[in-house]
């Protein structure tokens, strides 16, 4: 029998692979079930996020061992969801590989993030109140050392705690929310804001680009 | 038991939710229910437009206060639905946030708007007759504050009432129809718009844009 | 009861209308039901063909008089069918609006229209059979005048009889087939065609362009 | 009663034609069904790949003729997936006709291919255990021999033995796995991986193009 839970995960996963922000097997999720000691839900390493069951959800410890659930081991990447849910209280982490995400943390890798503001859309984060808001969606290198990119990530989010979604260079996105339905909401918000940039970036008169 | 109103708003935001244009409960939409005293349906605050159900909408009176309804509160914007329907006196008000009308809504605000014409697509929009048309689609700034945006907007209306639809700056569209199937007629027909003129845009000669 | 036709139609409509090139009761599609004399089914004038049903196909004669059906009235457009099926002796025409064949037929309705070579897509045309075939697409300009369109259709498809399919400018895509499952074909092979034509035209080298 | 296999490329092909990797009747599935003596199950030639049934599968030998099934006859690109597992040892072949895949097949044909290095999606490739892999991309001429093709594949992929998928130009994507579960996320990998490409392409600042 499904819980609630594993339910909005396999209906998101079908969602989020449809949009082609999960292809290949990509991505993970992640729900916090318990807080002292650290448990989370998450979804098994190279899983079809498109095609989800409830024995494709694993539950880890506060060090990323599995510790219940049937089929398959964690990502790798589990360690970078218990360092959000440690540096933010999140309730929920979702990792996402789209196009446009991946294409903006290229474009800007080397100025280590691009500034999102004056768009409508960001009062869908949490905390945000009005467009004139002014959020910077810091990229890390990537790293196939993920205890590294774990440590990376926690400093970063220790001293910009405004933050509600990390680049990673060349793969993809990481946000959270105090739930799953929040942190859903952040990628959808987060994904339209980057293909609005990247279109309006591609829209700029050619004159101004050749002189920039 | 829901209402065709009902039925149709749901079926409607599904659809709008998996194209992108009610991203992250973004969005609103209303139906006039009685002209005196003046009565809206409209949807509840921050509700996933995807997957609207029946206790997800609201009655709100000419001050766009809640008077029926079980869950939620009215957006904000719901000064906005009332300034349209009192200006044009239409039947329905659609609010949504694509991505082709917030870029192309920064990309011409400095002109206060743009015109579409020639295009066959224009005689969708009630009262339009032949492609030789040419529509004004009038930007607004945007603004947090709701009334004051009601009042430009009412404005913007009563010296343009051959307007079908306005563009708030990156943040989203406001059309209307004289009913609920006219106005979800005129945002598929204004996106489609919006998407052929920001396409048509990126393929102009490029020497012609260095030169320009 | 649903005919086989109908039922194709209905599916056609829901599909085009979910890819954006039927989009706001845009488009009609015909199927020739006799030749001696001249007899066409076609959707009714200003029907969403996303949810077409029975009621909404309507029966023509040889002059776009109505001549069965119960709801609507035959398009303008009626009469392009109809000359589309003389020329071509064509079982089938389908005409939709999508966003790459509008784009197309504006940039390229100087040159009277554009040709498209070299790809095996163009395999999926009756009667090509390689991918070394060059495609004329003729744009004629758009007009409000129907009966003058298709007089210009007509003499257009005598003079070029190996014409898979025409554009009208910032209007949309005629097509045809034999039958309804090779106009169908034909949409789906133009559609992609033109939008390769169109993003491989985006990535020139854009030295190129502004020396071109 | 369906197979499992078949049940999996309906399934396949309803979601490939969706995407649009599978337009007009274009593309061809097979999944290999004894080794000594080799026999494929692989769509009949000309079937629309959004509505595969039971019935549109054959069976055929090591030189590519049929020798079961009902309906149709083989493409001739048969022989082209019957070279793809002599040279690799698949056991699924799926070739797909995208745009992005066909812009990039003309783009890049002058340089005999492309390398895609950096995106973590890469390691969704079997084998590949780091993003900082370089998958070089082989792109072969079109040619109406498939007999010749076939020559042609055999050659590069025993000369090149890490690759992963081929482009043929302006036609679309070869690509394979160990079973069709491999082959399939191989598609979504690669097509992920190719629209990433071509619209960071696009992104290049406008300086550096004209300079180049």
Redesign the interface.
């Given at each position: 029998m499904l819980t609630d839970v594993s339910q909005f995960l396999i209906r998101l996963g079908a969602d989020f692979h449809r949009?082609?922000w999960v292809?290949?097997?990509?991505g993970n999720f992640s729900v916090v079930t318990s807080r002292e000691p650290l448990r989370l839900q998450i979804t098994a390493s190279s899983m079809?996020k498109g095609r989800l069951q409830d024995e494709h959800f694993l539950e880890v410890d506060e060090n990323g061992k599995k510790i219940g659930g049937t089929v398959g081991k964690p990502s790798a990447e589990t360690l970078l969801h218990i360092a959000v849910v440690r540096a933010t209280g999140a309730g929920s982490v979702l990792h996402t590989?789209s196009?446009?995400s991946?294409?903006l943390s290229?474009?800007y890798a080397g100025d280590g993030g691009f500034e999102i503001g004056?768009?409508?859309?960001l009062k869908?984060l949490e905390g945000v109140?009005?467009?004139?808001h002014r959020e910077w969606i810091p990229i890390l290198d990537?790293n196939?050392d993920m205890a590294q990119l774990a440590v990376q990530a926690s400093a970063l989010l220790r001293s910009r705690p405004q933050t509600h979604g990390i680049l990673?260079?060349?793969?993809?996105l990481y946000t959270w929310g105090k739930d799953l339905e929040e942190a859903a909401?952040?990628v959808?918000?987060l994904?339209?804001l980057f293909?609005?940039v990247?279109?309006?970036?591609?829209?700029e008169?050619?004159?101004e680009?050749?002189?920039?």
């Open positions: 949009r082609g292809l290949g097997t990509s079809d590989h196009v446009w991946t294409v290229d474009v004056g768009y409508e859309m869908g109140t009005t467009h004139e990537n196939q990673i260079r060349q793969h993809g909401r952040h959808e918000i994904e339209f293909e609005s990247g279109r309006r970036r591609m829209m008169p050619i004159n680009k050749v002189r920039g």
